[in-house]
C-alpha cells in the first residue's frame, strides 16, 4: 500500500492510504446524512467545494414537499430565509428558487417536517436560472436502505 501526502504550500500533511480515504469518506457521508439528511449529498459536496471560494454560492434550489398542506407557510419560510419568492410546480409539491446560499440555510429550509428532498444546480457566473431540472427521486432509484440512510 502506498502512502500519500498534502503539502498546502506552508505544512506537510500526511502520510495517508487508500484506507484513510475511504474511513474519511464513510464519516463524511454519515456527517452529511446526519446533518442535513434530506438534502441531496452530491449538492452538499458541490456547495462545500464552492464555499471555498465563495460565501454563498448562486444556486437554483429544487425544494420537494410531502403534501401542499403548508404550500402557504414554505413558501414564507423560504421567502424570509432566502429572500426571494419560490415558484411552486406539481400541484405544491414542487417549489423552486434562485439564490445565494449556505448550508445554515439549507438546514434550515430541509428542518421543516414537510420537506422530503431538496436538490439544486449551481449557477455559474454570467447565466440565468433555467427553472426547475430535477424530478423527485423515486423509491426505485435508490438502492437498499439509502433511503432510509438519508431520512
Same mark, same amino acid.
Given at each position: 500500500?502506498?502512502?500519500?501526502?498534502?503539502?498546502?504550500?506552508?505544512?506537510?500533511?500526511?502520510?495517508?492510504?487508500?484506507?484513510?480515504?475511504?474511513?474519511?469518506?464513510?464519516?463524511?457521508?454519515?456527517?452529511?446524512? &446526519?446533518?442535513?439528511?434530506?438534502?441531496?449529498?452530491?449538492?452538499?459536496?458541490?456547495?462545500?467545494?464552492?464555499?471555498?471560494?465563495?460565501?454563498?454560492?448562486?444556486? &437554483?434550489?429544487?425544494?420537494?414537499?410531502? &403534501?401542499?398542506?403548508? #404550500?402557504?407557510?414554505?413558501?414564507?419560510?423560504?421567502?424570509?430565509?432566502?429572500?426571494?419568492?419560490?415558484?411552486?410546480?406539481?400541484?405544491?409539491?414542487?417549489?423552486?428558487?434562485?439564490?445565494?446560499?449556505?448550508?445554515?440555510?439549507?438546514?434550515? #429550509?430541509?428542518s421543516h417536517d414537510?420537506v422530503d428532498e431538496?436538490?439544486?444546480?449551481? #449557477?455559474?457566473?454570467?447565466?440565468?436560472? #433555467?427553472?426547475?431540472?430535477?424530478?423527485? &427521486?423515486?423509491?426505485?432509484?435508490?438502492?437498499?436502505?439509502?433511503?432510509?440512510?438519508?431520512?
Amino acid at each position: 500500500m502506498e502512502d500519500y501526502y498534502f503539502h498546502d504550500g506552508n505544512e506537510q500533511y500526511g502520510p495517508f492510504t487508500l484506507e484513510d480515504l475511504k474511513e474519511k469518506f464513510n464519516a463524511y457521508e454519515n456527517a452529511m446524512k &446526519t446533518c442535513l439528511p434530506k438534502v441531496d449529498p452530491k449538492l452538499v459536496t458541490e456547495l462545500l467545494q464552492l464555499l471555498k471560494k465563495d460565501k454563498a454560492p448562486m444556486y &437554483t434550489l429544487e425544494i420537494f414537499l410531502n &403534501t401542499n398542506a403548508n #404550500i402557504d407557510e414554505m413558501r414564507d419560510r423560504v421567502a424570509r430565509e432566502t429572500g426571494e419568492a419560490a415558484a411552486v410546480y406539481d400541484r405544491g409539491t414542487h417549489m423552486v428558487v434562485a439564490h445565494r446560499i449556505t448550508l445554515e440555510q439549507l438546514e434550515e #429550509i430541509s428542518s421543516h417536517d414537510d420537506v422530503d428532498e431538496i436538490k439544486g444546480t449551481h #449557477i455559474t457566473r454570467g447565466t440565468a436560472s #433555467i427553472g426547475p431540472v430535477f424530478d423527485r &427521486t423515486r423509491d426505485e432509484e435508490y438502492w437498499e436502505g439509502q433511503r432510509d440512510a438519508y431520512k
